[in-house]
T-cell receptor, first 113, second 117 residues
Framework: GDSVTQMEGPVTLSEEAFLTINCTYT??????LFWYVQYPGEGLQLLLK???ADDKGSNKGFEATYRKETTSFHLEKGSVQVSDSAVYFC????????????WGLGTSLAVNP | DVKVTQSSRYLVKRTGEKVFLECVQD?????MFWYRQDPGLGLRLIYF???????EKGDIPEGYSVSREKKERFSLILESASTNQTSMYLC????????????????FGDGTRLSIL
């Protein structure tokens, strides 16, 4: 069945460091791919998405490219800030019931000043 | 912007109580979801609803029920609360639709941190 695998955290970086959070997937067809972010004490919110192969989603300095050949959707940011400290989730629609999302387990990021 | 509102941010209840968690969305979304979030386990779907009075079990429905009498409101019910139901509960809504809905995100409330003593 469809699945999402994220790199395990926690990830700890210094401010202005480069960030990569890996996400790979197995899927039937070519679903949309999503990154969500959960800031401390809040619910999840959509960070970015890509709807087809080779699409690049971007928001708030974060980017992720939908790579069909490597079945990946890695999240990157060139220079992280303390305010980026959060949990990041990769997700895709469930092919068997596309009302539902399949979620990665989340990667916690802590950015130190 | 879509607004999903959960009735309580923090809730403390006792074992055996019947507990109601309420969620309201203001964007006429078809689909609504209840998740629980636990450290190391990510998000797990409890139930979701794709229309008024329509519901479908998620991955961990045991010990829970839901109610959707109006499109904007989706309630999660713990029939007889137990300590292993202490968790963060997240409600989400989604536009719906077979094709366009595939590309639309889910919108989340801020969560209810529930403690069962």
């Amino acid at each position: 069945g469809d699945s999402v695998t994220q790199m395990e955290g926690p990830v700890t970086l210094s401010e202005e460091a480069f960030l990569t959070i890996n996400c790979t997937y197995t899927a039937t067809g070519y679903p949309s791919l999503f990154w969500y972010v959960q800031y401390p004490g809040e619910g999840l919110q959509l960070l970015l998405k890509a709807t087809k192969a080779d699409d690049k989603g971007s928001n708030k300095g974060f980017e992720a490219t939908y790579r069909k050949e490597t079945t990946s959707f890695h999240l990157e940011k060139g220079s992280v800030q303390v305010s980026d400290s959060a949990v990041y989730f990769c997700a895709l629609p469930n092919a068997g019931n596309n009302r539902k999302l399949i979620w990665g387990l989340g990667t916690s990021l802590a950015v130190n000043p | 912007d879509v607004k999903v509102t959960q009735s309580s941010r923090y809730l403390v209840k006792r074992t055996g109580e019947k507990v109601f968690l309420e969620c309201v969305q203001d964007m006429d979304h078809e689909n609504m979801f209840w998740y629980r979030q636990d450290p190391g386990l990510g998000l797990r779907l409890i139930y979701f609803s794709y229309d008024v009075k329509m519901k479908e079990k998620g991955d961990i429905p045991e010990g829970y029920s839901v109610s959707r009498e109006k499109k904007e409101r989706f309630s999660l019910i713990l029939e007889s609360a137990s300590t292993n139901q202490t968790s963060m509960y997240l409600c989400a809504s989604h536009l719906g639709g077979h094709t366009s809905g595939l590309h639309q995100p889910q919108h989340f409330g801020d969560g209810t941190r529930l403690s069962i003593l």
